[in-house]
């Protein structure tokens, strides 16, 4: 397979994985805590809880499917990996759908707690198995540096346009992310149109994927004895130091990438404000993520260019340092007269934004590299089962901050559209924004500052890799 040419088609094909891979997620991270809270409302306390169980879920759920996908039989014309995304695919639509789908409505809110707990962790299930079996494919399909990075970029072009869609299609849908009470009912039911047109482009686009994009190399019985147990697994892929000092700045990087587009609707609102910004100003700032994913497209083989000229490694640590200096303009910024001024600063994140996406797939896959040099088969799904896992983490982190900051503002028992300290408010909200981000972004750095896989050792591996291959 490393001397196969790599073509056009065989990159963009493969690029359309982003979009259920991305557009899916995205939606869910973006829209999902300020459905339940602020327009099905349920209280905060319920909301913490729904999301801890659902990490608790994630500590099986995740390793589990990796270690599944990594036991299971090449079959012919289904693969090893393909049998997992076929199967994954018309569930994942469907929960997309349902997760927007809130059939009543009590007082107590105990009924949409359940029904909250329950679809997010179907809705969980099914895109691990998406999303860990369709990381899988991408180091075993493009062997080296060279052809990574150059399938990286349809890539991670194609999963900025599956983000400008996340950012696109709510704003065409939803008239406010944040509704007064009287307009709730209105809110729901576009919610839910939101939803159904995701899950439908979703499911359309995914077939070409699936029938034509991917390519798996059928595996040996010598291949596949090899794999060690579930457990030995777990063991040897949790205390690979190198993958646990990669998985600690990936997890500092979803953290600011679940926690930013989560509270950006509401800090529109209350701390900038005005016209443009009521009800979370779907349209205005659905103009700044779409312009903020723009620039990451466009910034992309600029990042391609750093990578190769100071190496994935020092690339990532550059986008790190450049992501917390793009992040500290909005501390100064209050009011209605920096309106244009935070849809500047919004759309600025896609040059960290664009660096973050495209470095940690090559560094990723230069782990799984070393692991498959040492232990003689390649565990691509155990690695990103794990991963998975620990992305999650990333998320409850998050809803952990927003949890401990509402509740030191006023919106410990329920979201308030009319705060009784407003000032409170604004700082609690620019803490979101830019101190915790910056803190996850500062353990990031320590992580790759210490992370030993480049120079010289990236190297004897990559030379390795090719003999193995040979």
Not at 8 to 27: C, E, N, V
Not at 321 to 328: D, N, P
Not at 368 to 393: C, L, M, Q, T
Not at 443 to 470: N, P, T, W
Request: one cysteine or more; glycine letters at 6%.
């Amino acid at each position: 397979m490393s001397e196969e040419k790599l073509t056009f088609k065989k990159k963009f094909l493969f690029g359309l994985s982003a979009f259920p891979d991305q557009l899916t997620y995205q939606i869910f991270q973006f829209l999902i805590f300020t459905f339940y809270f602020t327009v099905v409302k349920i209280p905060l306390t319920l909301m913490i809880i729904t999301y801890v169980i659902w990490g608790i879920w994630n500590a099986v759920n995740d390793p589990m499917l990796g270690a599944l996908s990594e036991r299971t039989k090449h079959r012919g014309k289904w693969g090893k990996r393909k049998l997992y995304l076929l199967i994954s695919i018309i569930p994942l639509c469907a929960m997309v759908v349902l997760m927007f789908y809130v059939p009543f409505n009590t007082s107590d809110k105990m009924l949409e707690f359940i029904y909250f707990l329950t679809t997010i962790v179907i809705f969980e299930f099914f895109y691990t198995m998406f999303d860990v079996n369709v990381n899988a494919i991408f180091p075993e399909m493009f062997p080296n540096e060279k052809k990574r990075a150059s399938a990286n970029l349809f890539i991670k072009g194609l999963t900025v346009v599956a983000l400008i869609l996340s950012s696109l299609i709510p704003m065409i849908f939803i008239s406010d992310y944040v509704p007064a009470d009287a307009e709730i009912p209105l809110a729901k039911s576009e919610y839910f149109m939101m939803a159904i047109v995701v899950a439908v482009f979703t499911l359309i686009i995914s077939i070409p994927f699936l029938l034509k994009g991917i390519v798996e190399k059928v595996e040996m019985t010598e291949d596949f004895e090899k794999r060690p147990s579930f457990f030995q697994s777990m063991k040897i892929t949790l205390t690979n130091k190198t993958f646990v000092k990669f998985v600690v700045a990936n997890t500092a990087v979803w953290y600011c990438f679940s926690i930013l587009p989560m509270i950006i609707p509401i800090y529109a609102e209350f701390v900038i404000g005005g016209s443009l910004f009521e009800g979370g100003g779907s349209l205005i700032v659905g103009i700044a993520l779409m312009l903020a994913f723009i620039i990451a497209a466009l910034v992309m083989p600029i990042h391609k260019k750093l990578g190769f000229k100071y190496g994935m490694r020092k690339a990532f640590m550059i986008t790190l340092v450049t992501w917390i200096c793009t992040l500290f303009p909005f501390l100064f910024i209050t009011g209605e007269a920096f309106q244009v001024a935070f849809v500047l600063l919004i759309a600025l994140q896609g040059f960290p934004l664009s660096g973050a996406l495209f470095y940690v797939d090559i560094l990723h896959a230069d782990v799984i590299d070393e692991d498959a040099v040492k232990f003689g088969v390649k565990r691509s799904a155990s690695y990103y089962g794990i991963n998975a896992f620990i992305h999650r983490i990333s998320i409850i982190l998050v809803i952990l901050t927003i949890g401990f900051m509402f509740g030191n503002i006023g919106w410990d028992k329920q979201f308030d559209p009319l705060p009784s300290d407003e000032f409170l408010v604004i700082l609690g909200l620019k803490a979101i924004m830019v101190i915790f981000p910056t803190i996850a972004l500062v353990i990031g750095l320590l992580a790759m500052r210490s992370y030993g896989l480049h120079g010289e050792r990236l190297e004897h591996i990559r030379e390795d890799v090719k003999k193995i291959r040979a």
